[in-house]
Nanobody, 123 residues
């Protein structure tokens, strides 16, 4: 089991950049594939990106591909989401999540979740 805490959210202008962090507690972070999801009021929780345990494999939603970059530093028990060329449609609460297994795009496959961090993109 791992506990996750997101940080780095805030207000940014369209076209700008922001980096989110997800800090994990415990000794088993290296065993978890990780993911980023986001949710806007009235919408289903949406897949953003996922990364394998070692960081070797990544996968992105089409809506963020080429603009966002997921990474992790297992020595620091931390995962990151570097967001660039931000659009108003990126406004959402962003959640980090972990699962014992392979990368996955389905929110229901993740057992461990952070509390979320708000990202607001102004236009």
């Amino acid at each position: 089991q791992v506990q996750l805490v997101e940080s780095g959210g805030g207000l940014v202008q369209a076209g700008g950049s922001l980096r989110l962090s997800c800090a994990a507690s415990g000794r088993t972070f290296n065993n978890y594939a990780m993911g980023w999801f986001r949710q806007t009021p009235g919408k289903e929780r949406e897949f953003v990106a996922t990364i394998s345990t070692s960081g070797t494999n990544t996968y992105y939603s089409n809506s963020v591909k080429g603009r966002f970059a997921i990474s992790r530093d297992n020595s620091k028990n931390t995962m990151y989401l570097q967001m660039s060329s931000l659009k108003s449609e990126d406004t959402a609460v962003y959640y980090c999540a972990g699962r014992l297994g392979s990368i996955n795009t389905l929110s229901t496959s993740y057992a461990c979740w952070g509390q979320g961090t708000q990202v607001t993109v102004s236009s």
